[in-house]
């Protein structure tokens, strides 16, 4: 169900920050949309949280911040205070809901070369377990390979 016109403006009213100029909203972007019309485990004023459309396992979540921004670096302190609130609220959730949880993989990519593919703000909490078939040696190198694979 699409949502109305009157939805819309005050998601709008509600998400504009006072003095910015960025828009508050995008029509093309899915995380845009998703605030409007989707199920969110938890929320604030300023964030959202929505499960992985493509998890990597089983409660990887995306917080994501209401207005939409590029990255994190275009984010307001405020905002990124909101999206830490609920990575912390999320983790909960998710161990409360979950003992097999063991870790947790956290972060962003920022840009096109890091591997951003939805360029509107928003941070992966992917949840760990023991032998659940995801690479865990070599940390953040990891995302380099060479650097994995030489120790660096």
């Not at 004023?45 to 670096?73: C, M, N, Q, Y």
């Not at 983790?91 to 920022?110: A, K, W």
């Amino acid at each position: 169900m699409s949502p109305t016109l009157k939805e819309i403006k005050r998601f709008l009213l509600r998400t504009v920050l006072p003095g910015r100029a960025v828009p508050a909203f995008d029509e093309g972007c899915p995380f845009c949309a998703y605030n409007l019309t989707g199920e969110k485990p938890a929320e604030n004023d300023l964030a959202f949280v929505k499960p992985d459309g493509r998890p990597l396992t089983e409660g990887h979540s995306l917080i994501i911040t209401k207005r939409h921004v590029r990255d994190w670096f275009e984010t307001t302190k405020a905002e990124q205070g909101a999206m830490n609130e609920l990575i912390g609220a999320r983790r909960l959730q998710l161990l409360q809901s979950d003992p097999t949880i063991e870790g947790f993989n956290t972060g962003m990519n920022s840009g096109e070369v890091a591997g951003q593919t939805v360029f509107h703000c928003h941070f992966h909490l992917i949840p760990r377990r023991k032998d659940d078939g995801l690479w865990s040696k070599g940390g953040v190198r990891g995302v380099i390979r060479d650097k994995m694979e030489s120790g660096e």
